[in-house]
């Protein structure tokens, strides 16, 4: 089991900038963690996720250039950041923190939700115009 604790997010205007984190309980040497979000009405989105074992990382088109995944596995953590920059009334969403320490890199880089099995309560991210 991996247990998945979130903390960040909040409103901002657009513009702005914020920073996620996720700290996975469970401590691997390599795993998958990534950032997906669901606005009102629509479906979960990919927005990036990172190979911790060899600190590769993934976009989706609609954040490439403004988003930012990194990882820090001091202390027999793994814990996962991403930094949100000139951020976007279409940002608005519900940010999910999702780990499976299953997938390999080939399967992490896909971005697909359905392939994680692991995922934390969601922090709310606002951002007005």
């Known amino acids: 089991q991996v247990r998945l604790v979130e903390s960040g997010g909040g409103s901002v205007q657009a513009g702005g900038s914020l920073r996620l984190s996720c700290t996975a309980t469970?401590?691997?040497?390599?795993?998958?963690m990534g950032w997906f979000r669901q606005a009102p009405g629509k479906e979960r989105e990919a927005v990036a996720a990172i190979y911790t074992g060899l600190g590769a990382r993934y976009y989706a088109d609609s954040v490439k250039g403004r988003f930012a995944i990194s990882q820090d596995n001091a202390e027999n953590k793994n814990t996962v950041s991403l930094q949100m920059n000139s951020l976007k009334p279409e940002d608005t969403a519900m940010y999910y923190c999702a780990a499976d320490p299953r997938l390999d890199e080939r399967l992490c880089s896909q971005l697909n939700a359905g392939y994680m099995d692991f995922w934390g309560k969601g922090t709310l991210v606002t951002i007005s115009s």
């Open positions: 469970t401590f691997n040497n390599a795993l998958c």
